[in-house]
């Protein structure tokens, strides 16, 4: 059996707490020889400025750029407001991405069904809810220079940012949502702002190119992002996969979150280019939710993002499909039978813990190996 080599990134708040289910999960699939898996631990965040006055290491860095894989919990919180910009913990989330050039990021809202009445919408808005959103992860305003903050000499100061995107950059992103809608209801939804902004405009001369060359047998459909944002909560079972920029899926992600009930149950997966010779690629999973810092050392999150995450990462790293869909059928068997952390608690329901909740997606894992 192949071997594969993750790196383990905890980070702060409920990272450390949340990561220690998967490694439960870690640990059991390979006493059930479920896989084959080795792991390694680094720093990262403001636990790595803690120690290092930078927010990820340089050996960090190739740690990463060696494993197989990268699990990331989250960073940062409000003991590390005021360090300088340069090494806040968000850094060493930005500077992985970009660095092992992960440019694109699977987000899918999929709602379970015993959680349609968690969401804050209508349960018949949400049951059955299974979009992809496909954010641009490596350009656009979060890496684009200049970036600065002038002082103007009169009291005032002036704040640059700035958006950027090449043909090139749309064009693989715009491809891999083609190639993920044709495995699933073969609908790409492209979100912008071409009536404001340039890059819009490029965007969507993009994707509307290469669907005319490559992708006539894919619906597309262009909706500017604000409209977009709107129909999400009007009618979220419209989308089949989204594909937008890295600003606006950073906030569309957070608003589908909510459509699946919790910003605990959103997984993610970043990945890069497949590399031909060894057809692999580089890759690292998250959860989309943050450190939580209101919650954290508590035992009170919600680990279900972070499985299902490493359950992302069985599927789109390793090729191991049977392995995933089991996690996934434990998650949904676990709430099926009502077991709830806090934040997808209806009124009046019993809640567990972090570890609890760990414990209990495991044991559906056994029921189901038989
Ligand atoms: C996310 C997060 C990050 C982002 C932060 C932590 C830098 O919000 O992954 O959605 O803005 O991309
Ligand atoms: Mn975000």
């Avoid at 909510?258 to 998250?286: D, F, I, Q, W």
Wanted: with cysteine.
């Amino acid at each position: 059996m192949a071997s594969h080599k993750l790196l383990l990134l905890p980070g702060d708040g409920i990272g450390p707490e949340v990561m220690a289910e998967v490694k439960k999960l870690i640990a059991w699939m390979n006493a059930h020889k479920m896989g084959s898996f080795e792991t390694e631990e680094g720093l990262v965040g403001g636990s790595c400025y803690d120690a290092h006055k930078v927010s990820i290491t340089d050996a960090t860095m190739e740690k990463a750029a060696s494993a197989d894989a990268v699990i990331f919990g989250s960073v940062g919180g409000p003991k590390w407001d005021g360090v300088p910009y340069e090494v806040r913990p968000e850094a060493g989330l930005l500077r992985l991405r970009k660095e092992l050039q992960l440019y694109a990021n699977l987000r899918p809202a999929v709602t379970y069904p015993a959680l349609a009445d968690a969401s804050s919408l209508k349960r018949e808005l949400v049951e059955g809810l299974d979009i992809m959103i496909l954010r641009e992860l490596t350009g656009g305003v979060y890496f684009g220079e200049p970036k600065t903050i002038t002082d103007l000499g009169n009291g005032q100061k002036r704040a640059v940012d700035t958006q950027v995107y090449d043909t090139y950059e749309i064009e693989r992103i715009s491809r891999v949502a083609f190639e993920l809608a044709r495995k699933r209801r073969n609908k790409v939804t492209s979100m912008e702002k071409r009536n404001v902004m340039k890059s819009g405009v490029l965007w969507n001369e993009v994707v509307t190119d290469l669907h005319k060359r490559e992708y006539k047998d894919v619906q597309l459909e262009h909706m500017l992002a604000d409209a977009g944002g709107m129909q999400l909560v009007r009618n979220p079972k419209q989308f089949d996969v989204i594909v937008t920029d890295n600003l606006f899926g950073d906030m569309l992600s957070d608003v589908a979150a909510m459509l699946t009930g919790s910003l605990g149950m959103l997984a993610s997966a970043s990945l890069g280019e497949v590399n031909p010779k060894t057809k692999t690629r580089k890759s690292l999973y998250e959860p989309v939710h943050g450190s939580a810092p209101d919650i954290a050392g508590k035992g009170l999150a919600n680990p279900i993002a972070m499985i299902a995450s490493f359950a992302m990462a069985l599927r789109y790293s390793f090729g191991m499909i049977k392995e995933a869909d089991m996690i996934e059928k434990a998650i949904a068997a676990t709430l099926d039978k009502g077991i709830r952390t806090a934040d997808i608690a209806g009124k009046g329901d019993k809640t567990v813990g972090t570890t609890q909740m760990g414990d209990a997606i495991i044991a559906e894992m056994e029921t189901l190996a038989g």
